[in-house]
């Protein structure tokens, strides 16, 4: 979750409360304001920390969805500036992205007023926010509710999803059996991939260790 310099802690703990029989929840928050955000000696965002910081909280994590806000309160990004570089990290993670002014992100995305954009203009701007995997655009004061809505919708998780979280869980331990050509890669490693659908030898691993994983079944019931 991308915010500003509002704490959303209460929101985040009222989130895990009500899913708590469902899910077991992990919140990475960000504050775009945060002191230790700032240029040195200014007031200014600065980027290259903001996006050390990103790397820091959901390089060894696996992220089911991102929430940012659209207006930060900051001239050098905004909330599509966001999805950008965390793609650039993770570039098939999902994202929720709310405000309290649509015009201003309608005026962002397609260059002018939407009374004013051509049917042309206004497909290509629906088109850019799709190919950026912005799943859904909601108002500043309804961003719980509809988080809520997305995870208890999305809550069947793929077996993708299933080996991701576990491998994460011992990311530091190296890869030995089955699949030579991953042999020596660290669990995380193997989970990046996976997560960004980066190589398409992780679907030939997860065949592997499936095959080998009912291979140990049939001689344990045997």
């Given at each position: 979750?991308?915010?500003?310099?509002?704490?959303?802690e209460?929101v985040?703990?009222s989130?895990?409360t009500q899913?708590?029989?469902?899910?077991?929840?992990e919140?990475?928050?960000i504050?775009t304001?945060?002191?230790e955000?700032?240029?040195?000696?200014s007031?200014d965002?600065?980027?290259?920390?903001?996006?050390?910081v990103?790397?820091?909280?959901?390089?060894?994590?696996?992220?089911?969805?991102?929430?940012?806000?659209?207006d930060?309160?900051?001239?050098?990004?905004?909330?599509?500036g966001?999805?950008?570089?965390?793609?650039e990290?993770?570039?098939n993670?999902?994202?929720?992205?709310y405000?309290?002014?649509?015009n201003?992100?309608?005026?962002?995305?397609?260059?002018k007023?939407?009374q004013?954009?051509?049917?042309?203009?206004?497909?290509?701007?629906?088109?850019?926010?799709?190919?950026?995997?912005?799943i859904?655009?909601?108002?500043?004061?309804?961003?719980?509710?509809?988080?809520?809505?997305?995870?208890?919708?999305?809550?069947?998780e793929t077996?993708?999803?299933?080996?991701s979280?576990l491998?994460?869980?011992?990311?530091?331990?190296?890869f030995?059996?089955c699949f030579?050509?991953?042999?020596?890669?660290?669990?995380n490693e193997?989970?990046d991939?996976?997560?960004?659908?980066?190589?398409a030898?992780s679907?030939?691993?997860?065949?592997?260790?499936?095959?080998?994983?009912?291979?140990?079944?049939?001689?344990?019931?045997?």
């Amino acid at each position: 979750m991308l915010i500003d310099d509002k704490d959303q802690e209460d929101v985040s703990n009222s989130i895990k409360t009500q899913l708590r029989n469902d899910f077991d929840l992990e919140f990475l928050l960000i504050r775009t304001a945060a002191p230790e955000l700032k240029e040195d000696n200014s007031e200014d965002l600065d980027l290259s920390k903001l996006k050390a910081v990103i790397e820091d909280k959901i390089g060894r994590k696996h992220i089911d969805v991102a929430l940012t806000d659209f207006d930060l309160e900051s001239d050098c990004i905004n909330g599509l500036g966001i999805v950008r570089m965390v793609h650039e990290i993770r570039p098939n993670v999902n994202f929720l992205i709310y405000s309290g002014n649509w015009n201003k992100v309608i005026r962002t995305v397609i260059g002018k007023d939407y009374q004013q954009a051509s049917i042309e203009e206004l497909v290509e701007g629906i088109n850019n926010l799709i190919h950026d995997n912005i799943i859904n655009c909601i108002g500043r004061t309804d961003y719980k509710d509809d988080l809520i809505k997305y995870l208890q919708k999305n809550k069947g998780e793929t077996i993708e999803h299933r080996l991701s979280v576990l491998l994460r869980a011992n990311g530091g331990m190296k890869f030995e059996s089955c699949f030579p050509e991953f042999k020596g890669m660290t669990f995380n490693e193997i989970a990046d991939m996976i997560d960004n659908h980066s190589d398409a030898r992780s679907d030939e691993w997860i065949e592997a260790v499936l095959t080998q994983t009912i291979a140990y079944l049939v001689k344990v019931n045997q």
